[in-house]
């Protein structure tokens, strides 16, 4: 079903979060405040809105080191988020893991994780043990065109495909990996590649939300009847450089001007415009986002740094019996 201008508008607040929430980090992390290296997402943030718009809690998500948009959109609390990126002990994994390791259980978000490839057969797991429950739940995952050229991604379609898996392999395919194009890593197409498996394959311009949005909408429904895999290529484009620091010498004039024009989020503002909200609309929206994040920010900022004596806590599983 096509999306409604009412959920636009939703979508476009998600958006809007995770960007300014992404541009803190990035002042935070100029500042020398954020421990750790720090990839943005700003410039894909309808991929992971799009997707996440029709996924619900029981549904997990895996994703990679450009984890930050995922995180937020499957709903990780904003407070937990920044803690954690700042290593704080109420970072919702305590302040273990940082940015490329942020991931809450408790409302499906697998993690992020720092090794290309590495969330396919997390979420491959995943996938069986939700087809196992049989209550209709998928598992989706994210990674980026750098994947494609990784050996673990012939595994996992092998295996979701020859057992029908529930799995939504979401590639946001932003043109680089690192500093190297695509072009240069990729002897096929991803098209051709779930073709050989026989996996049902969508390419989509990852920069429309809306377009993301009815693209999961429709593949999470037929999983959802009857689980079997399916692949999105999202088109998109990474604003930032590969990480904060990133001083991108290899990208021209021409790429950076054209990536502005492709804004996600200026582009769900015209729409939103053309469809006859007003300027006021999109100040007072603005104001609230900054205020949740200042909110947000604050908790963060008070919460304490992990002490040493809870310097192994959560490294072993307790063992049964065992105190
Ligand atoms: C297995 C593995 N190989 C190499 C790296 C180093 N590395 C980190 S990010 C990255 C590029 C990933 O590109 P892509 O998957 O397209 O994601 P993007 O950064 O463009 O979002 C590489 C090669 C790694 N972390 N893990
Ligand atoms: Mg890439």
Not at 2 to 14: G, N
Not at 120 to 138: D, E, F, R, Y
Not at 210 to 232: E, G, H, T
């Amino acid at each position: 079903m096509p999306i409604k201008s009412s959920s636009l508008q939703v979508l476009y607040r998600q958006m809007l979060l995770i960007r300014r929430a992404e541009e803190r980090l990035q002042k935070l992390f100029a500042d020398g405040d954020v421990p750790g290296f720090l990839h943005l997402s700003i410039g894909q943030e309808a991929v992971a809105v799009g997707i996440s718009s029709v996924l619900g809690v029981a549904d997990t998500v895996s994703s990679n080191h450009r984890g930050h948009g995922h995180a937020l959109a499957k709903g990780v609390s904003l407070s937990g988020f920044f803690a954690e990126i700042l290593g704080r002990a109420d970072g919702v994994c305590r302040g273990r893991g940082g940015s490329m390791h942020v991931a809450d259980l408790s409302i499906g978000m697998l993690g992020a994780n720092g090794i290309v490839g590495a969330g396919m057969p997390i979420t491959t797991g995943s996938a069986l043990a939700l087809k196992m429950k049989g209550a209709g739940n998928i598992a989706a995952v994210y990674f980026g065109d750098g994947a494609l050229a990784e050996g673990v991604i012939h595994e996992c379609f092998n295996l979701t495909s020859l057992w029908s898996l529930p799995v939504l392999f979401v590639c946001e395919n932003n043109g680089w990996s690192e500093f190297s194009p695509t072009e240069r890593q990729l002897a096929t197409s991803l098209e051709r590649l779930s073709a050989a498996f026989g996996i049902a394959f969508a390419s989509v311009d990852g920069n429309d939300v809306v377009a993301v949005a009815d693209q999961a909408d429709k593949f999470v429904n037929q999983m959802r009847d009857m689980p079997s895999p399916r692949v999105i290529e999202c088109q998109t484009t990474r604003i930032r450089g590969h990480f904060e620091g990133d001083p991108q010498d290899y990208r021209n004039k021409e790429e950076m001007s054209m990536m502005s024009e492709r804004d996600p989020i200026a582009r769900a503002r015209s729409q939103l415009l053309a469809e006859g909200l007003s300027d006021v609309w999109f100040e007072q929206l603005h104001a609230e986002v900054d205020s949740e994040i200042d909110v947000a920010l604050k908790l963060a900022k008070g919460s304490p740094e992990p002490t040493s004596d809870s310097l192994v806590a959560d490294v072993y599983t307790p063992r049964l019996g065992v105190s």
